[in-house]
């Protein structure tokens, strides 16, 4: 299997899909991340293609410890803070340091939710197979792997999936669990890049595609360009200083840029494709955009 792998993703839709053949899993508040159990390191990949190992050493011990190598996992670096999934202490560590990461992870330690099986250690790559085959295999090779590496809870049932979404909720909702929302799949469907699934939030973000480049200095950008659904490229309002570190860590990866315009004939510089943001919804219209986080 090609490293990195390029993810499945999932299309925002305001209601549950019903039906025949529809299976429905909770969708954790967390760094969506795919791990890789080698014969002899374990590697942890960022959905933008990135390496991220040494910001969750601690999963990446959990791997090698309990994972047979050739197993490659998709899901989600998730941080438990008295009991809630905590968003924030999650991006604190992905825009963490080595050592910064190793200080956070001794006082909140991270969790993976897993929620799809890549590659089997004996079958090698799976993702042609039905989802519904890959999901029997995952729970199989994780029956006796202990925590923090888990399989998300999932469900056939639309009525269990409604009462998740319902009593689960985020943690802007004021109570639950900080359970972000609930992502509904096809029993029959393979693994592909791409949107292939369907998600129902309760947050009032959206997905913006991604980050085409940046305005400042590379080590701390002042504002992102986004290109947005229409294919329009726009500048963001100014970013937050947390956003701000997390979307210079991409652009320093990814290297020089050249000189580029918005659409409305905005400088910008330009960085390589794969980081994607959340924006306020409505924000996109009449070209204001304001992230809120990185994806």
Known sequence: MEHPVAVALAEAVPTLPRGMGWWYEIKFDGHRTVLWRDSEIVRLQARSGRTV???????????????????????EAVIYNEGRVDFAAAQSRAASGPVRAR???????????????????????????????????????????????????ATDDPDVAQDWYDTLQGQGQGQGQGIEGVVCK???????????????????????????????????PHRVAVRLPDGSRVLSQALTARVAAEVARHVLDAGPGRRARTSAGEAYVTTSHGLVVEVLAGTTRHAVVTVTRVR
């Open 103 to 153: 200080e956070l992870a001794a006082v909140l330690p991270a969790s993976y939710a897993v929620w799809d099986l890549l590659a089997h250690p004996k079958l090698g790559d799976v993702r042609s197979r039905p989802y519904t085959e890959r999901r029997a295999l995952l729970l199989d090779l994780l029956h006796d792997v202990p925590p923090p590496i888990q399989a998300v809870p």
């Open 53 to 75: 190992t040494s910001a969750w050493m601690d999963l990446a011990v959990a791997g090698m410890n309990s994972l047979r190598p050739g197993t490659v996992l998709d899901g």
């Open 186 to 220: 096809r029993a029959t469907s393979p693994y592909r890049a791409g949107r292939i699934w369907k998600k129902v939030r309760h947050s009032d973000t959206v997905d913006a595609d991604v980050v085409v480049g940046y305005v400042g200095p590379a080590s701390r």
